[in-house]
């Protein structure tokens, strides 16, 4: 859902932590969940055979404080659409004792779905922007 037009910038973290760049977009700044599965995505392969499952979740909308600035379109949304928190939880215990079928895999109502993936995660141009965003990060550290 997010443009993320950053991820060609060459340094992506330097890039968001401009204020002066980045603050007219801080309103798409929650859709760069992006970066958590290119992340993931990234790390997941290498550690493959340790024993670690590294996998990605989306609770879904749920009612909580989490969004409590955010006006009344959101609570109308919330007030119609979102789930129990208890139920939201449910995606978290569900990850967490997911096998290895789930390793660095995206995870929607605790199952594996790659279905939920944006078309571009799934394209030449994410493969792309992953690889680019593992560089990234290496540089950075």
């Given at each position: 859902m997010t443009k993320f037009p950053e991820r060609d910038e060459p340094q992506i973290f330097d890039f968001l932590d401009d204020e002066k760049k980045s603050k007219p977009r801080m309103s798409d700044r929650y859709n760069i969940k992006l970066l958590e599965v290119l992340t993931v995505r990234q790390i997941a392969p290498q550690l493959e055979g340790s024993g670690v499952i590294l996998n990605m979740?989306?609770?879904?909308?749920?009612?909580?404080?989490?969004?409590?600035?955010?006006?009344?379109?959101?609570?109308?949304?919330?007030?119609?659409?979102?789930?129990?928190?208890?139920?939201?939880?449910?995606?978290?215990?569900?990850?967490?004792a997911a096998g290895p079928e789930s390793h660095g895999q995206y995870m929607h109502?605790?199952?594996?779905?790659?279905?939920?993936?944006?078309?571009?995660?799934?394209?030449?141009?994410?493969?792309?922007?992953?690889?680019?965003?593992?560089?990234?990060?290496?540089?950075?550290?």
């Open positions: 979740l989306n609770p879904g909308l749920c009612h909580s404080e989490l969004a409590r600035n955010s006006g009344w379109g959101l609570a109308i949304l919330k007030f119609f659409l979102a789930r129990k928190t208890e139920v939201g939880s449910r995606t978290l215990v569900a990850a967490a109502d605790s199952e594996v779905s790659q279905a939920a993936l944006s078309d571009f995660v799934k394209s030449e141009g994410g493969k792309e922007a992953e690889c680019n965003f593992g560089k990234n990060t290496a540089q950075r550290h």
